[in-house]
């Protein structure tokens, strides 16, 4: 098994980080692979990178042939007047290769996530999850996230 890592990502992540968004079955719905990557992939990266408040995890696999993408998740620090002024931590975009799965990575990137989050002075930690995902609601709860709000999306597009 080769040596996984957890950095912020790079540029050169991002055709690996899509790859992942769209390998899962709501993500082949919504995510375009392909060479090249869609303009907006790009600019969403810049972004982000460029952003004091995101930071873009990836986990990698360092193997014979180079590295490989086989986890990502964004964390975002939100400023909030709620709680007397302290930020929030928002997590998304969160993957795990599939032969990764079970092995402790997905737990892995989430105390980071969780440490950064403290690190930057939040108050709690939140993400929303597609209700058509059992398997990853019970991670969650495992790591001690609890189902305790309603979350509401109105879609745009």
Same mark, same amino acid.
């Not at 696999?61 to 993408?69: C, D, F, H, Y």
């Not at 964004?74 to 709680?83: A, C």
């Given at each position: 098994?080769?040596?996984?890592?957890?950095?912020?990502?790079?540029?050169?992540? %991002?055709?690996?980080?899509?790859?992942?968004? *769209?390998?899962?079955?709501?993500?082949?719905?919504?995510?375009?692979?392909?060479?090249?990557?869609?303009?907006?992939? $790009? @600019? *969403?990266?810049?972004?982000?990178?460029?952003?004091?408040?995101?930071?873009? %995890?990836? *986990?990698?696999? /360092?193997?014979?042939? #180079?590295? @490989?993408?086989?986890?990502?998740?964004?964390?975002?620090?939100?400023?909030?007047?709620?709680?007397? $002024?302290?930020?929030?931590?928002?997590?998304?975009?969160?993957?795990? *290769?599939?032969?990764?799965?079970?092995?402790?990575? $997905?737990?892995?990137?989430? /105390?980071?996530?969780?440490?950064?989050?403290?690190?930057?002075?939040?108050?709690?930690?939140?993400?929303?999850?597609?209700?058509?995902?059992?398997?990853?609601?019970?991670?969650?709860?495992?790591?001690?996230?609890?189902?305790?709000?309603? #979350?509401?999306?109105?879609?745009?597009?």
């Amino acid at each position: 098994m080769s040596a996984i890592i957890l950095r912020t990502a790079r540029r050169s992540d %991002l055709a690996g980080v899509v790859k992942l968004l *769209a390998d899962d079955p709501l993500g082949q719905i919504r995510e375009q692979y392909a060479d090249p990557l869609p303009e907006g992939y $790009g @600019r *969403a990266f810049d972004a982000i990178a460029d952003s004091p408040n995101d930071t873009l %995890l990836v *986990a990698v696999a /360092r193997e014979r042939l #180079g590295e @490989r993408v086989v986890g990502v998740l964004q964390l975002t620090v939100i400023p909030s007047l709620t709680y007397q $002024g302290r930020p929030r931590a928002q997590i998304e975009g969160v993957r795990v *290769a599939t032969e990764q799965r079970n092995a402790g990575l $997905g737990g892995r990137m989430f /105390r980071w996530a969780i440490d950064r989050a403290k690190k930057r002075g939040c108050h709690l930690v939140q993400f929303t999850t597609d209700k058509r995902r059992p398997d990853a609601h019970r991670f969650y709860e495992k790591l001690g996230f609890a189902p305790s709000h309603e #979350g509401m999306k109105l879609k745009l597009e």
